[in-house]
């Protein structure tokens, strides 16, 4: 590969850092309400989130003990923050699940192959099993999975809500 070449790959991966770094920023920006490069621990869930990012709890967990500081003051800095986030990002790490896997986990909890499931059912499901959602993110998750007429999630047309596109 001549220097030519080289300088040219450089480039891609310098631009594509700028364009996460840019990302990153924007969406940290919208949480820093005093603007002081800092946000309130509880927002950076919602910040990875607004990323493409869907770590478990227990990842979450594991980036803010990365990422807080030793004495932890509930407030998280943007400078140990976009590091952290960038390499995350080019890792692609916490991708969330493609629609035919999102389909497949769907298939498994309508054992009578209707087509749908009740917001009773998923509410069932998704508060006991596993890492049991709040009600707060029952809420949020029924308020765009289920049908206001018929009160029950089709989730063929909900698995692709689900997935999010590639940058």
């Known amino acids: 590969m001549g220097d030519a070449e ?3 790959n450089a480039g891609g991966v310098d631009s594509l850092i700028a364009d996460i770094q840019k990302r990153i920023t924007d969406a940290f920006e919208i949480f820093d309400n005093e603007s002081n490069q800092t946000v309130d621990v509880r927002e950076i869930s919602t910040i990875i989130r607004s990323l493409g990012c869907v770590p478990s ?3 979450l967990q594991d980036i803010l ?3 807080e500081e030793e004495e932890p ?3 998280i800095r943007f ?3 976009l590091p952290m986030m960038t390499k995350t990002l080019m890792e692609r790490k916490y991708k969330p699940q493609p629609e035919d896997m999102i389909l ?3 298939h498994v909890l309508d054992q009578e192959g209707k087509g749908f499931l009740l917001a009773e ?3 069932k499901y998704m508060m006991e099993e596993g890492e049991p959602f709040t009600q707060e993110e029952m809420d949020e998750m029924l308020s765009a999975a289920v049908d206001p007429d018929k009160g029950t999630v089709l989730y063929k ?3 692709s809500q689900m997935t999010i596109d590639e940058l």
């Open 65 to 67: 003990a990365e990422i």
């Open 6 to 8: 080289q300088k040219e």
């Open 73 to 75: 003051t509930g407030y």
């Open 121 to 123: 059912e998923l509410t």
């Open 157 to 159: 047309d909900y698995a």
């Open 79 to 81: 400078e140990k923050f």
């Open 104 to 106: 497949k986990a769907f």
């Open 57 to 59: 709890e227990a990842e």
